[in-house]
């Protein structure tokens, strides 16, 4: 069924305007038009694409996910269409889209992601997520994303070309996350994405093996949700944020909610239980909020401490 569209649900989030909070994560059926047409047929409030490289790249050997109990481990290496093959899907998406489509940028170094993230903007993304938190490839992440100054470096140059809203993703996996998120703020990010997966390992007892080809990868998921919901509490001080991490039913949606963030991320769960998710959380949140008699806004940040 359908998302109903309902007022309710409205959001706003580091200055895109949403019909509903639930954001498709980057690197969940990003890849093509058609698919993030799904997404949006489903009732997504906003779509993100997969992260887009300078260059095409392969990604990884099989396997690249593992599937366990409480969530997923994956090490994809982000594969890559490149930004040349990706321009052409953005701007079919954006001729068929009514929602926002934030377009997340990537690179080895911060001129090829502000490169990057330029070239999505005028290929029509309506915001960027600069992804600074891929735990599993090398140049591409924690390098950069886990210290203040450098993300401070690379959100300076990245905001120098575009003019869209600039959101950038966070590695949990950091003593002080807050001093990311104000770190990049300063720099002029308009918005935070918390969180990126958790660096993590699963060995096959049988085969005495990691069962990754890459043997490290990054977990998604359950499992991370509290891990999300204490990041979001910890940066939303500083910022608009995008919640993500685990989220799965509406009351993960309302505890993302309740911590601070405006919009709620959703990866694994599109990929182990369907597109559906995005309805079915959409009216539990609805009779939630009308249970509680708030709007969305309303709710926002209203499980802190500090307000
Ligand atoms: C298979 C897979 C691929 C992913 N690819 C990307 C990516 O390309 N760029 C990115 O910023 N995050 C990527 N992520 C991370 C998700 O966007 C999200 O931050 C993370 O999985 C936590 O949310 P979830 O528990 O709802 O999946 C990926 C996650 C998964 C499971």
Known sequence: MELE??????????????RNPFVLASGILGNTASLLRRAEAAGAGAVTTKTILPEPTKGYENPVVVELPFGLINAMGLPNPGIDEFEIELREARSDLTIPIIASAGGGSPEEVA???????????????????????????????????????????????????????????VPDIASL????VRAGADGLTAINTVKAMYIDVEAMAPVLSNAVGGLSGPAIRPIAVRAVYEVSRFGDVIGTGGVETWRDAAEMLLAGARAVGIGTAVMTRGLRVFSEIGEGLTSYLRKKGLTLPELVGRGRRDC
């Open 5 to 18: 569209e309902s007022d309710l649900l409205t959001t706003e989030v580091a200055g895109l305007r949403l």
């Open 115 to 173: 490169h990057v993230a330029g070239r999505l903007e005028d290929a029509g993304a309506d915001a960027v997520e600069i992804n600074a938190s891929c735990p599993h490839v090398r140049r591409h992440g924690l390098e950069i994303g886990s210290s203040p100054e450098l993300i401070e470096e690379l959100v300076r140059e990245v905001r120098g070309s575009v003019r869209v809203p600039l959101l950038v993703k966070l590695t949990p996996m």
């Open 181 to 184: 998120a104000r770190a990049a």
